[in-house]
Every structure is written in structure tokens, then in C-alpha cells.
């Protein structure tokens, strides 16, 4: 056996890395608003509304829940706020205030809080909300029927929904750099993809989340997307256009990465990541919606304990 | 930053962001343009996003009003089609409405179509005579 130290490991004290639950959330919400602003100048005032109102009752929702639950008050944490952020940037620009509260309780409350708390919440509880409001008021979530009173100027007609009803021949009429500097039909922060993947650097390169899981999904995104097109040309959109629409990017960054629903370790990260694109590309060209991030990410969630079973083998030999 | 800080910071924010939240609200809701940019129609055979501007405007078809809408002589009133051209079941009931300007014995209740078929001979119907334009159900509804 050589001498060679194999772990060293130095003994407390140790040196605090200046990391805290509000710097992080505090990253989140920094990266995300580029996407923010863009929403607001492209979609106006009801996108400040509805961002608004979003990251307020979140923060209200868990202020309620804390002093129901007689826990102590969270809120200055920032978590809220983030996930009022995060929601606010997947629905439409018009969306009625009724739903951002509902919305923002089925996060805060149903996704987060009952299961304990920030940390404890087995899905993302954002993604959580955002299935739930899309059963339940499909046509607020549809976002050629809540943008019919806008012209931007592009063609406004939501990319995904084009691809699945009408073929490759629709998808032609979007550029990838339209599509990559948001212009398209879509919610009020998703369709930024070039401010999404600074941001999603930017909290790559803070250590907020881990290239893994990102890297994995856009990846599995392509590769699936490139499959599919190369089967049927005229039925399968390529991999630029599924990395492009949609959900795909804040998926990839913000939503698949959210701290108690991933793993943890290296193979378990590139594997809830590739499955996660691999789900997403399947529901969009086989499935019955016309995007499959969110429900992608729930069966990640799903899966999440048991590929973080696959781990290095401990040192030593077990009792 | 201390925790009671952070708090006190918590609580302005959401102040601040629900007072604009409400006032964005309140005062500053999209609406619809007149003439309208785009119409969705959802139907039993999927959804369909129907293009009124392109149709409209001068960098479009740049059609006039009447190519498409039509009322009876003498009518002012901006109805709705599906006001004299009901569904199927409501046929009867909505077509009593044009017997508040005209004569029952002028016209034949069954030759008022409904709505549906009046919006798939307008549309294909044009559409075949220019050429030009979706024809096929799958190139319209969303399926």
C-alpha cells in the first residue's frame, strides 16, 4: 500500500467562506435581473406588475407560514424573493393578479414550506407552482392567447407551439439570434436566453450551481433534438431551436439546479441533468405539450435520491 | 448584514414592490387594440391564432373592412359575427336577434350559416381564390 496522504483534511477552526443562505439567494436574484429588465422594457408595465406582485406575495405567503407555523420569521433571507422572481419570469406578461397570488402560495406554501422549510423541499417548489397553474388555468399559460394585445415587431406566435402544430416549415421563420436575444413569443423572462446563460454563468462562477447539471441538460437537449431532426427533417425542429425556446434555458440554470431537489455528486449531476433534457425533448416532440421543462424537472426531482445513491465508495471497509 | 437589518429590508421590499404591484395593476392593464392586432378563436378542433393585422394592414393584404364583414343593409351597429351566425345550438335563438330590424319573411333561417362555416368559407374560400394562405385544418388549428 503506498504512503501516499490520500485525504487531508485540516482540523477546526476553519475559515469561513463568506457563503450564507442571503448571499445566495442574493446571486440568484442578481442574476436573474437582466432577464428582469428585459421583460419589463419588452412586455411594459404589466410585466413590472406581475414581477412585482410576484416577489411580494411570495414574501407575504412566507410570512404567513411562518407565523402560523410559530417558526421563526425567514423572509430576510431572500429565498422567497427568489422564488417570486423565478415564477414571475415564467408567466405571461398578462397574466391576472389572482393567479401570481395562487401561484406564489403553491411555491412558497405547497412546494416549500410544508415540507419543512428552505432545504427540505423534495421538488423545486417554482416548478411545483408553475404545473400546478398549468392544469388548472391552461389558457392563462398559453402565451399566444395572453399576448394577442402586443406587437413587438417579430412574429408572435409562441415558437414551441408553432414547431409541434405545424412542423419544421413554421419553425423557419425564427432566426437562432432572434431567438437567443428574446425575440419571441413567450413569458416575461424565459425567452431572454442570452441574459439567462450570463446569469447562469454567473452563478456557475459563484458556486451557487454546479456546471453538471446545466451542462448536462443543454447537452442532452441537443443531442435528443438532434436525433429526432435527423429521423424527420420536416417534422422535428433542430437543437438550436429547442436550446432556444421555451423554458429550455431558465430550466437549465435556474430551475433543474435549485439546491434540496439535486444531487449532489459528480455521475448522479450529469445524469439528473442528461435526463432531464432527454425528458424535455421527448414531452415537447412525443408527448401532448407543446413544452416539457416543467414536467421534466418534476420527474428529476422524482429521481434525484436515488441517482445521488451512486457515490464514491467510503474509505475503509464497512463493520 | 445583521439579521434585523436584513428583515427590516425584507419588509420594505415587499412594501414597496406590492404598492407597485397594485398600482401596475390598477392602472396600466394591456388592452385591446382597436383595430385588434391578433384574435384567438378556441374551437373544439384546437385553437386558432388568426392574424388580424397582416390581413389588415398596408405592409399586409391590406384588405378593406367589408372583404370580410359584412352586415344587412341599414345596420349600423358593430355586431359580432356569432351574433346572427350561432353555433349550432344557439342557432335559432341568435338569429331571432336580426328580426329586430328585419322581416322575418326576407330570409330563411337555414340559410344563415353558423359561425364556424362562415369562417372556413371566408378564410379558405379566399385563400383559394389568391392562392395564397393555409388551407389544410392542420395549417390553421392548433391540433
Redesign the interface.
Known amino acids: 500500500m503506498s504512503d501516499a496522504p490520500k485525504l487531508i483534511v485540516s482540523h477546526a477552526p476553519f475559515l469561513h467562506g463568506g457563503g450564507s443562505i442571503v448571499v445566495r439567494n442574493g446571486q440568484v436574484l442578481l442574476a436573474l435581473i437582466p432577464a428582469a429588465i428585459c421583460g419589463m422594457l419588452r412586455w411594459g408595465v404589466p410585466a413590472l406588475a406581475v414581477i412585482a406582485l410576484s416577489v411580494s406575495s411570495a414574501m407575504a405567503w412566507e410570512l404567513i407560514f411562518n407565523r402560523i407555523s410559530r417558526r421563526p420569521v425567514t423572509i430576510g433571507d431572500g429565498n422567497a424573493a427568489s422564488l417570486g422572481l423565478v415564477l414571475a419570469l415564467v408567466l405571461p406578461a398578462t397574466v391576472p393578479w389572482w393567479m401570481v397570488v395562487a401561484g406564489t402560495f403553491l411555491a412558497v406554501v405547497i412546494g416549500k414550506e410544508i415540507y419543512g422549510g428552505i432545504g427540505a423541499n423534495p421538488f423545486n417548489p417554482v416548478v411545483v407552482s408553475v404545473a400546478i397553474l398549468g392544469i388548472s388555468w391552461k389558457g392563462y399559460m398559453d402565451f399566444d392567447a395572453m399576448l394577442l394585445t402586443y406587437d413587438p415587431g417579430f412574429v408572435m406566435m409562441e415558437p414551441l407551439t408553432a414547431a409541434k402544430a405545424f412542423g419544421t416549415e413554421a419553425v423557419a421563420r425564427f432566426s437562432a439570434f432572434d431567438l437567443l436575444m428574446g425575440r419571441q413569443a413567450g413569458a416575461i423572462g424565459a425567452p431572454f436566453g442570452f441574459w439567462l446563460i450570463v446569469g447562469g454563468i454567473y452563478l456557475v462562477a459563484c458556486g451557487v450551481v454546479r456546471w453538471e447539471i446545466p451542462a448536462s441538460f443543454l447537452a442532452a437537449v441537443a443531442l435528443v433534438a438532434a436525433a429526432f431532426h435527423l429521423s424527420n427533417p420536416q417534422l422535428y425542429a433542430g437543437p438550436m431551436f429547442h436550446l432556444l425556446t421555451g423554458y429550455t434555458l431558465i430550466g437549465a440554470f435556474f430551475l433543474a439546479p435549485e439546491d434540496s431537489g439535486s444531487p449532489v455528486n459528480f455521475w448522479p449531476m450529469l445524469i439528473y441533468g442528461g435526463a432531464g433534457g432527454l425528458m424535455t425533448v421527448l414531452i415537447r416532440n412525443i408527448g401532448a405539450y407543446p413544452d416539457g421543462v416543467i414536467y421534466a424537472v418534476l420527474v428529476i426531482n422524482l429521481i434525484n435520491p436515488l441517482v445521488d445513491k451512486i457515490r464514491p465508495k467510503a474509505l475503509g471497509r464497512a463493520a | ?1 445583521a ?1 434585523n437589518k ?2 427590516q ?3 420594505g ?3 414597496v ?2 404598492v ?2 397594485v ?3 390598477a ?7 382597436d383595430p ?5 378563436y ?1 374551437t373544439n378542433a ?2 386558432v ?1 388568426f392574424d388580424h ?1 397582416t390581413h389588415l394592414g398596408a405592409a399586409g393584404y391590406a384588405l378593406a373592412c367589408s372583404d370580410c364583414h359584412h352586415h344587412p343593409p341599414g345596420m349600423e351597429e358593430n355586431w359580432a359575427c356569432g351574433d346572427c351566425h350561432g353555433k349550432p345550438e344557439q342557432h335559432e335563438a341568435i338569429a331571432e336577434t336580426c328580426n329586430q330590424c328585419h322581416d322575418p319573411a326576407d330570409y330563411d333561417l337555414a340559410e344563415i350559416v353558423k359561425r364556424s362555416d362562415a369562417f372556413h368559407d371566408q378564410c379558405i374560400g379566399c385563400h383559394r381564390q389568391y392562392g395564397a394562405g393555409p388551407q389544410a385544418c ?2 390553421c ?3
Open positions: 448584514m439579521p436584513q428583515l429590508l425584507a419588509y421590499l415587499a412594501i414592490l406590492f407597485i404591484a398600482i401596475g395593476y392602472g396600466y392593464s394591456a388592452k385591446t387594440p385588434p392586432l391578433r384574435m384567438m378556441p384546437g385553437k391564432l393585422q392542420n395549417a388549428h392548433v391540433l
